[in-house]
């Protein structure tokens, strides 16, 4: 399968928060979280911010249906969706480049250290 020209999908598995990150059309928000679409290729994205102030977003594809995605933030205010986010994020860290790693670091720097790959 050939990967998006924009968002990298199916090869990318995580874009951390970083200028180079596509604009993705969002689709839901709810319980600080969003499911958004790739505007090429119509892919959705579930993004979470992370602090200071939840303005370090991460962003993983989701891989199922957008019905799915409204049962299970409803449910629970989202707490499923929040780990489900936070494993694709630990299982995919090391498909992160350079490039990402030093956005990571950034992001880890106005963090006192903490970012979700070293998170507990």
């Known amino acids: 399968m050939i990967s998006c020209d924009l968002c990298g999908y199916p090869s990318r598995r995580v874009w951390p928060p970083s200028s180079k ?3 993705f059309q969002q ?3 709810k319980n600080w979280m969003t499911l958004a679409a ?3 290729c ?4 579930v993004g979470v911010g992370w602090e200071p102030y939840a303005s370090f977003e991460y962003w993983v594809p989701w891989e199922h249906s957008d019905n799915q ?3 299970e933030i409803d449910d629970g205010e989202g707490r499923r969706i ?3 986010h936070h494993e694709q994020l630990k299982t995919n860290e090391d498909t992160l480049t350079a490039e990402d790693l ?3 670091a950034v992001h880890r720097a106005r963090n006192y250290g903490r970012d979700p790959f070293n998170a507990i």
Do not use: G, I, L, Y
Request: neutral net charge.
């Open 38 to 40: 790739c505007p090429s």
């Open 42 to 45: 119509d892919v959705r994205w």
């Open 69 to 71: 995605w409204n049962a």
């Open 27 to 29: 689709v839901e928000s």
């Open 102 to 104: 030093a956005d990571v």
């Open 21 to 23: 990150c596509p604009k």
């Open 82 to 84: 929040h780990k489900w």
